[in-house]
């Protein structure tokens, strides 16, 4: 086992004990592996992340089947429901792709013809970022967005009221408000009894995994990427993701609104 294996399954090994002394009531009613409540800045996970982080290689991400798996393990572990095609524009989201042009528009350029850079040919993968300085914590008027000392921002689907103000603040688009009941849209059978679903009226989006953080493991798209996401803490400079960003060229979505996403992009 190499040394990053090593040292992120003893990270998240103390995150899952830490978790398992958790009252269950409470860990499911959040999106992550702990729930909300006086205690948030005290997790134990402050001790063993000092911030999570996320890199996707775009070289790695071409075609729309290469993203495929990705959002497919994510939705799956997550109950993230399916909408029929006439349901479309209340599409529930994890973790998507758009085109470069609307994730990076602060790199658009009117190019001369025959000139158009290959990177604006393909689609990109999108999801929360987890930023340093959410908006949408600060604007959440009960508390129900939430940022643990880790970095991940998490939701406490029972306390959302579904006011939508996280959704105008996240300059992102990383989140998705159910519009319909996404319990009728997931068959029985595919339900994965580990991870709460939701009800109609409240906003969702991805939480980084922490429920399996907790258990060791990484997240689910990371780990169908075959390596083109890597996960790890920032502030440890022996982790895969600073490494990532020290040895490569990365850039960040729209750095200047100042809120310091958590997912690098290697372009
Ligand atoms: S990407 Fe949006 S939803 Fe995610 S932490 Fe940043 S502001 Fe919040
Ligand atoms: S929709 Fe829910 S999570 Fe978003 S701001 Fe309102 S209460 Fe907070
Ligand atoms: S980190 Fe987890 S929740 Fe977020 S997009 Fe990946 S699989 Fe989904």
Redesign the pocket.
Known sequence: MNNSRRSFLKYAGVAAAAVAATPVVRAVASSGGAAHGPEVGKLPTQKIAGRWAMVVDTRKLVKEADFEPLIEACHKVHNVPHLPDEKREEEIKWIWTDEFEHTFPEFMSRWPKGRVPTTLNKPYLLLCNHCEYPP?VR????K??FQRADGIVL?DFH?????????AGCPYGA?SFNFSDPRAYLPEEEINMEFPTRVQG??EKCNFCAERLAKGLRPACVEASKGALLFGDLDDPSSEVSRAVRNNFVIRRKPELGTQPNVYYIV
Request: glycine share 4%; aromatic share 4%.
């Open positions: 949408c604007v959440c008027p009960t129900a967005t939701m306390r959302c009221i579904g006011c939508r103000y996280c959704m989140r409240v906003v």
